[in-house]
């Protein structure tokens, strides 16, 4: 049962669809799943083992800090964890579903929030311009791992 306040969350954990609807029972459920103990998670994140046990409980809201690790040491998403720990966060959070009739490509190329938080140059842009022209890319997001992957491979030389 959900209760006020809670939202029912549904995670991807080693294709099992698990429902939740707290922090806690997310971090149980899967700690229980890598068969690890709250002492081994606690040493992992380097908290004590009884604040794991607060956190299972839904006895404290972990730091973003905290969360982060969590996520790392379970495996799970980073994002959902942080909805899953403030829930009044996502009423704030507005996200428009992409124009449908607008390529993943001409939405890149005009924000400019995300050029400059990326440091993405005009040669960058033409490069990537270039994947373009391949074929479809879904997501903006994609764009940057494969600039990510030209910035790599042009540092290792």
């Known amino acids: 049962m959900v209760m006020p306040g809670q939202q029912l969350v549904i995670f991807r954990l080693e294709d099992n669809l698990v429902a939740s609807t707290s922090l806690g029972m997310v971090i149980r459920r899967r700690r229980r799943q890598l068969d690890l103990t709250q002492q081994e998670i606690a040493r992992r994140i380097g908290v004590r083992a009884n604040y794991i046990g607060y956190l299972e409980r839904d006895l404290r809201r972990p730091s973003t800090g905290v969360l982060a690790k969590l996520a790392k040491v379970l ?16 009423s704030f959070i507005h996200t428009e579903a992409p124009d449908p009739k607008q390529s993943a490509w001409d939405r890149f190329r ?20 270039q994947v373009s022209s391949l074929g479809p890319v879904r997501t903006s997001r994609d764009y940057l791992f494969i600039l990510q992957a030209i910035r790599q491979a042009l540092q290792d030389e």
């Open 110 to 129: 005009v924000n400019k929030r995300l050029h400059t938080r990326h440091g993405i140059t005009q040669a960058e842009i033409k490069t990537l311009q």
């Open 75 to 90: 495996d799970l998403d980073q994002e959902e964890l942080f909805f899953l720990a403030h829930p009044q966060v996502r």
